[in-house]
């Protein structure tokens, strides 16, 4: 069972992904952040199957910078963390969408996610203006976007959901890599080192 899940981990996260959103789809009336949330939740999809198979690739981006090529076990069972993420990120703030705080949590994903692969292009010196999972993570920006606005223009939110919600979200991403470098069998506190090293690549 163990073998199986490493094996369709991404595949077994799309189910339990659109369970998510047609179940959501189904309870009718929403309010307008549950709608940003279930397209984030489309988007997470979307995103995952672009970054590591359609057209895919981010991945080996990553290992070629740390020099290391992971089994392709490893590589599957890479996206376990990715999609407990992701379907917390979902599920929950859909859940307490009346909760400024943890609607920061997930428009702060989208903006790290859209920060992530922008930057993508220049550390890999990418041909084209685009990484594997870029317009994905582009388009998840615009619902962080939307998210923060509405918080902002109906005085939802308080000083403390704009300072803490980001500070959280930034703690789970930095556990979340964390965690996928341990897998491949990196230090996590190696990782600056490396990207300085491919960045200044000429």
């Given at each position: 069972?163990?073998?199986?899940?490493?094996?369709?981990?991404?595949?077994?996260?799309?189910?339990?992904?659109?369970?998510?959103?047609?179940?959501a789809a189904m309870l009718g009336e929403l309010s307008v952040i549950q709608k940003l949330v279930v397209i984030d939740a489309f988007l997470f999809i979307l995103h995952e199957w672009e970054e590591g198979y359609y057209p895919g690739g981010f991945l080996k981006l990553i290992t070629?910078?740390?020099?290391?090529?992971?089994?392709?076990?490893?590589?599957?069972?890479?996206?376990?963390?990715?999609?407990?993420?992701?379907?917390?990120?979902?599920?929950?703030?859909?859940?307490?969408?009346?909760?400024?705080?943890?609607?920061?949590?997930?428009?702060?994903?989208?903006?790290?996610?859209?920060?992530?692969?922008?930057?993508?292009?220049?550390?890999?010196?990418?041909?084209?203006?685009?990484?594997?999972?870029?317009?994905?993570?582009?388009?998840?920006?615009?619902?962080?976007?939307?998210?923060?606005?509405?918080?902002?223009?109906?005085?939802?939110?308080?000083?403390?959901?704009?300072?803490?919600?980001?500070?959280?979200?930034?703690?789970?991403?930095?556990?979340?890599?964390?965690?996928?470098?341990?897998?491949?069998?990196?230090?996590?506190?190696?990782?600056?080192?490396?990207?300085?090293?491919?960045?200044?690549?000429?």
């Amino acid at each position: 069972m163990t073998k199986f899940i490493k094996h369709y981990a991404l595949e077994i996260y799309t189910v339990l992904a659109m369970t998510f959103i047609v179940y959501a789809a189904m309870l009718g009336e929403l309010s307008v952040i549950q709608k940003l949330v279930v397209i984030d939740a489309f988007l997470f999809i979307l995103h995952e199957w672009e970054e590591g198979y359609y057209p895919g690739g981010f991945l080996k981006l990553i290992t070629g910078m740390i020099q290391i090529e992971p089994s392709d076990e490893i590589k599957r069972a890479s996206r376990i963390p990715a999609g407990i993420l992701l379907l917390l990120l979902s599920i929950v703030p859909f859940i307490y969408h009346d909760v400024p705080m943890i609607t920061m949590v997930v428009a702060t994903f989208g903006i790290i996610e859209g920060f992530v692969h922008t930057m993508g292009i220049r550390l890999f010196h990418m041909k084209h203006f685009y990484t594997p999972g870029a317009a994905t993570a582009w388009l998840e920006l615009v619902v962080s976007g939307l998210m923060i606005a509405h918080l902002v223009s109906n005085d939802l939110g308080k000083w403390q959901d704009y300072v803490f919600g980001p500070l959280i979200m930034i703690l789970c991403f930095g556990m979340l890599q964390k965690t996928m470098t341990l897998m491949v069998g990196i230090n996590y506190s190696d990782m600056p080192k490396m990207v300085r090293r491919q960045w200044n690549k000429k």
